[in-house]
């Protein structure tokens, strides 16, 4: 009997889709890890110890469906009714859903690595199929557009990583007033700059669609735009406990916005998306929430002496909102041996410094994509991090 081949029972769209890359999870040990934004510092003692709590004759039943408890309290932290905020297995679940909720795919799957990148292009297309967003941004947007046979719609930044101005994108013809869903990562990743509230808010005025403002930095920054998720029925504001409050491993996200928008996404919520160990983690952090500010002044101030120091070295570090930066290493040409050959190699661009400082066991992310290749990101770490990075970066500095 002749079975099928494996492949060709795939749909066509996912044959083609690019997965999203996460950031290298190292296998070799002692290396310092400034590569994937975590948060140096752990969970509070008290988060620590009511898992532990939690690992009991529970683990065999399913959690609250719709982590009411976890809910109650980010409405009191935030000022808001229960009924504006859905949690989600990290903010990237949630995110998918609202591809899956607010766009249609079009009805033959194009091209999944084909755009709409111009205003002729827009009216090929309803705009309830485009997913928009500004590049360089978060690399998975386009992959959940392409999951959903979405058009999408990016539409670069200023070269210095800031928003475009409203006439400016009027002007440009790129973006669309009227897509389907907008995404902005504020402050933005991998730039770490900030964007100012009422920046966002005129841009939100003039949108017609839905918007998701992405703050997983938010806790970073100088201000936030939550205030907008509870002003205007269309834009969400999207929060994770994994940067600011160290609960990567749990996977807890939560979006903000009009109760009807969130009734929706409850509609095609998975039935238990979060699981139990995780709702308590969250729920306990809110409770002990002057540890974790203590947290985030250390990371703010070791990220504004980092800055400082690789500035002085002759690093192009783009300002910072977030726990991490981006910063263009200096150009000028620097040697170091190459132990498998003995010949000399030059140390002149970002690529070259990401293996350099691997060598030195500090594992940061390059980019190899256009308008970010020449950085590198750089998650803050601890005091003492910051400090062996430097060291290690006057080291290769010297080596010439």
């Keep these: 009997m002749a079975y099928p081949i494996p492949n060709r029972l795939v749909r066509p769209l996912i044959r083609t889709l690019l997965p999203y890359t996460p950031g290298e999870q190292p296998k070799v040990k002692g290396l310092v890890k400034l590569n994937t934004n975590e ?142 869903l907008t995404f902005i990562t504020t402050p933005n990743a991998p730039s770490g700059r900030g964007y100012s509230t009422a920046q966002l808010e005129a841009l939100c005025q003039v949108q017609r669609g839905v918007v998701v403002l992405d703050e997983a930095y938010a806790e970073f920054a100088d201000e936030n735009a939550l205030s907008l998720a509870l002003l205007y029925p269309h834009v969400i504001v999207s929060r994770t406990f994994s940067k600011a409050y160290s609960l990567c491993f749990l996977r807890v996200g939560y979006f903000i916005a009009h109760a009807d928008l969130i009734r929706a996404m409850h509609k095609i919520r998975d039935s238990y998306n979060v699981n139990g160990l995780g709702q308590i983690a969250a729920e306990t952090t809110l409770d002990d929430i002057e540890y974790y500010r203590r947290n985030f002044a250390k990371i703010i101030a070791t990220r504004n002496w980092l800055s400082k120091q690789l500035t002085a070295l002759g690093f192009k570090v783009v300002p910072s909102w977030t726990n991490f930066i981006l910063a263009m290493p200096p150009h000028h040409p620097k040697t170091s041996v190459d132990r498998s050959n003995r010949s000399q190699t030059h140390v002149s661009n970002a690529k070259d410094w990401f293996l350099q400082l691997r060598e030195h066991k500090i594992l940061v992310r390059w980019f190899d994509q256009p308008v970010v290749r020449d950085y590198l990101r750089i998650t803050v770490g601890t005091a003492p991090q910051a400090r062996y990075l430097v060291k290690v970066v006057r080291k290769i500095l010297a080596t010439g």
């Design 39 to 180: 948060n140096p510092y752990p969970p509070s003692p008290k988060v620590l110890r009511a898992v532990r709590a939690a690992v009991d004759g529970r683990l065999r039943l399913y959690p609250n469906p719709t982590a009411d408890s976890l809910r109650e309290k980010l409405a009191r932290f935030h000022g808001c009714s229960p009924d504006n905020i859905i949690v989600g297995n990290g903010s990237d679940e949630l995110l998918e859903m609202a591809v899956r909720c607010f766009v249609e795919p079009v009805a033959k799957p194009r091209n999944s690595s084909r755009a709409a990148p111009s205003r002729s292009k827009h009216a090929q297309h309803p705009a309830n199929n485009i997913v928009q967003y500004f590049t360089p941004s978060y690399s998975l947007y386009p992959v959940l557009a392409d999951m959903h046979g979405a058009i999408k719609n990016p539409v670069p930044l200023n070269s210095d990583f800031t928003l475009p101005t409203l006439p400016s994108l009027k002007r440009g013809g790129l973006w669309n007033f009227n897509a389907a």
